[in-house]
Nanobody, 130 residues
Framework: LVKLMESGGGSVQAGGSLTLVCTGS????????MGWFRQAPGKEREGVAC????????HYAGSVKGRFSITRDNAKQTVTLQMSGLKPDDTAMYYC???????????????????????WGQGTLVTVSS
């Protein structure tokens, strides 16, 4: 059974930082591209950052480029999203997702609809106050 579990969400003031961690189990982790997505109330889910199986290639949404950083540790089966310079607009539920590396490149993964990806976590809430 494939399982992705997110942790690290919370409340922070604008300008602050948070680090989200997703831990995978039940899958051959380095066969999968990994990504972070978010969904704010009343909005569609959007791709925030995606990373190849090796970690050498990444893709970021324009709204977070330069503020967020995605990395992965295949030995620990984790993918991390470091967020800095947080803004109230970053408030959302953040989800970790996985897709087999043969299916998409990182940009395609971050643009994919939820049904297109292979696995999703339950989400972790990030709240940024002004």
């Amino acid at each position: 059974l494939v399982k992705l579990m997110e942790s690290g969400g919370g409340s922070v003031q604008a300008g602050g930082s948070l680090t989200l961690v997703c831990t995978g189990s039940g899958l051959k982790f380095d066969d999968y591209y990994m990504g972070w997505f978010r969904q704010a109330p009343g909005k569609e889910r959007e791709g925030v950052a995606c990373i190849t199986w090796s970690g050498y290639d990444t893709h970021y949404a324009g709204s977070v480029k330069g503020r967020f950083s995605i990395t992965r540790d295949n030995a620990k089966q984790t993918v991390t999203l470091q967020m800095s310079g947080l803004k109230p607009d970053d408030t959302a539920m953040y989800y970790c997702a996985a897709v087999h590396f043969r299916r998409f490149n990182t940009e395609e993964m971050c643009s994919a609809t939820p049904a297109d990806l292979d696995a999703w976590g339950q989400g972790t809430l990030v709240t940024v106050s002004s």
